[in-house]
């Protein structure tokens, strides 16, 4: 079987009903990963997990190391990257404590790393990126999804932006303006660095709240929380029917 990973954001630091059998610390030539990599079973079926903000949740989306955390999983064997992602959701369909599979994306991070090959050590690598997420990891995901009876969209535009604020209302409308569906601020370079590791990499994005200006008033943290809560109960039903398909 090929080896899968998740990668838990916002709301799902832990995995209810993964078994750990075993921890690892790893050092890598990029530095430290957010957390422990857990290795275990879920579901009766091998997977590794890792908190992308750590655990405790203590690392803003501007300050982990995503080279660290790919390069982790890569050493430890990891071929299919599944990324649950909190995020905001922009266009009609995307109502909180909904879940959406993104087929594309934008990128709207600045001073981050995107890369592993940036020194005289690598030839100059321009990794293709058409289609930013797995195909066959997303095909797998919404046939979970059917099985799981869980709707979902199948489709969307990630926009990720730097944070660790959230966005304004102007800026939510240009992100409309250039297609996006949802807003998170993790996805990249995370998708990128896996796609130079050769590894097939899907976004679970999980809508938290309406983005800025998509409803009355200001996002408060009380809101997320609560959508979350709803939100990460289906995912993990979803990554239950994912394991077993
Ligand atoms: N914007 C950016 N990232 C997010 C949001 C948001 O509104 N909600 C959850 N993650």
Redesign the pocket.
Known sequence: MTKLAFIGGTGLTQLSGFNISRRETLKTPYGNPSAEFLIGEFNGHPVIFLARHGNPHTLAPHKINYRANIWGLKQLGVEDIVAVA???GITEAMVPAHIAFPDQLIDYTYNRIQTFFEDENYPVTHIDFTFPYSPSLRNALIGAAAQAGIAISPQATYGC?Q?PR??TIAEIARMERDGCDV???TGMPEAALARELGMNYASVSVI??W??GKSAGE?TMAE?EQNLHLGMANTAQLLQAFIAG
Request: charged fraction near 5%; aromatic fraction near 0%.
């Open positions: 909190a995020v905001g932006t944070g959230l966005e807003v998170g601020m938290a709240n983005a800025a996002i997320i």
